[in-house]
């Protein structure tokens, strides 16, 4: 709460839109909230598996393209030994964003990874975090290599994190909304050590 707090008060480096209220890109990096994710029912942790690994991404809100993307994610990380746990819609309240925001908002989803099992029995985090970092650049390599894009919306798929230990909540918000459009960080079950807040700061380009 804090952190948000102190993200509020950096509204003034950043810019608003024509429409007087989408803001051209505020977001937090937290830990991976666990307890809130395991309150909806995703009980993707275990002993073995302490610390799956969590995509944050955005998708197109066409449904069939949201799915054949989905689809080549999970196939990607199968080929790369990470064994696919799941999906969860992330929770939004789009009635809080400008129109220019609302028109270019994607469907945002997080999905969970267990490590492979040769770093799982090592307890090697690190090679873990390398292996996600790696597997991420695999995703664009092989959504153009089955030609999964759509003309003037070839930047619809976006991966704003992948690791197993942090996650970001980002957007095209002002400071204040954030916290609002992203129900999650709104619920008191949601738990950080730590918070890293950025306000994009205004430049004469229009963000994407």
């Known amino acids: 709460s804090k952190g948000l707090s102190a993200l509020s008060c950096m509204e003034h480096?950043?810019?608003?839109?024509?429409?007087?209220?989408?803001?051209?890109?505020?977001g937090v990096m937290t830990?991976?909230?666990?307890?809130?994710?395991?309150?909806?029912?995703?009980?993707v942790?275990?002993?073995?598996?302490?610390?799956?690994?969590?995509?944050?991404?955005?998708?197109?809100?066409?449904?069939?393209?949201?799915?054949?993307?989905?689809?080549?994610?999970?196939?990607?990380?199968?080929?790369?030994?990470?064994?696919?746990l799941g999906w969860r819609l992330v929770p939004t309240d789009p009635s809080t964003l400008g129109e220019a925001a609302e028109a270019a908002m994607p469907s945002i989803w997080q999905f969970f990874v267990k490590a492979p099992s040769r770093l799982e029995d090592d307890g090697d985090r690190d090679g873990f975090e390398r292996t996600?970092?790696?597997?991420?650049?695999?995703?664009?390599?092989?959504?153009?290599?089955?030609g999964l894009l759509w003309g003037d919306d070839d930047d619809e798929m976006y991966l704003a994190s992948f690791s197993s230990r942090t996650i970001v909540y980002k957007g095209m918000v002002q400071s204040s909304v954030l916290a609002r459009f992203y129900k999650d960080l709104s619920n008191d079950?949601?738990?950080?050590?730590?918070?890293?807040?950025?306000r994009r700061f205004s430049t004469n380009t229009s963000p994407r």
Request: contains cysteine.
């Open 13 to 26: 480096r950043g810019a608003c839109g024509g429409d007087g209220v989408s803001g051209d890109g505020a």
């Open 31 to 43: 830990d991976v909230p666990w307890t809130l994710i395991e309150a909806e029912g995703m009980h």
């Open 45 to 84: 942790r275990s002993d073995k598996c302490p610390q799956p690994g969590v995509g944050m991404v955005f998708l197109p809100c066409d449904p069939e393209r949201s799915a054949k993307l989905r689809s080549m994610i999970e196939e990607v990380c199968s080929a790369n030994e990470l064994s696919f």
């Open 132 to 146: 996600l970092y790696l597997v991420r650049r695999r995703f664009v390599v092989e959504r153009e290599r089955q």
């Open 189 to 198: 079950k949601f738990e950080t050590n730590f918070i890293i807040y950025h």
